[in-house]
């Protein structure tokens, strides 16, 4: 995937999305208007897990800044749903007070539901058009990151 991934450093946002073609322009977008921000990228539920508890380990030793600002979750995701990703960072303590906004192509009343449920803080629909795209975007990340 073409989206930069971010190897050290306080990382701002997890993005979880499979869809290499949304993740680059989401990632593209907030590198552009909300710089310096760093942003890493996970195409599946299970390695955006993997990170989430070895950040958690982190926070647990340390500063609970070593956590991200705000986690983008898509829904549909190879290996480990984004429900079963939502689920697991709103039980444990250490993680739970981790914004998570549930930015999917699913406009299914009964995912909305169980993300809400489970703990999701927002629950966006993917717009089809660009600039609807890039507009949401860019205000999840100014809303959500202002609060943190």
């Known amino acids: 995937m ?5 190897n050290e450093g306080t ?23 909300m710089p ?6 996970f195409d599946d539920g299970e390695e955006a897990l993997e990170f989430i508890r070895e950040t958690r ?13 705000l986690i983008l979750l898509d829904l549909k995701l ?12 709103k039980t444990d303590d250490l993680t739970k007070g981790i914004p998570v906004v549930v930015f999917t192509s699913s406009a299914e009343e ?11 803080d927002s629950y966006v629909v993917k717009p089809v058009n660009f600039a609807d795209f890039r507009r ?5 990340a ?4 202002k609060k943190r």
Not at 57 to 69: H, M
Not at 142 to 145: P, R
């Open 142 to 145: 100014k809303g959500w990151l």
């Open 136 to 140: 949401s975007v860019i205000e999840i």
């Open 110 to 120: 009964r995912d909305r539901l169980e993300s809400y449920r489970l703990g999701a």
């Open 36 to 41: 310096p921000i760093h942003i890493k990228v």
């Open 78 to 89: 190879p290996k480990v749903t984004g429900l079963e990703v939502l689920r697991h960072i």
């Open 2 to 6: 073409g989206c930069e991934r971010m």
């Open 57 to 69: 380990r982190k926070a647990g030793e340390a500063s609970v800044r070593e956590q991200p600002r």
């Open 11 to 33: 990382v701002d946002i997890v993005l979880v999305e499979d869809n290499p073609y949304d993740a680059e322009l989401i990632a593209r977008v907030l590198k552009k208007e």
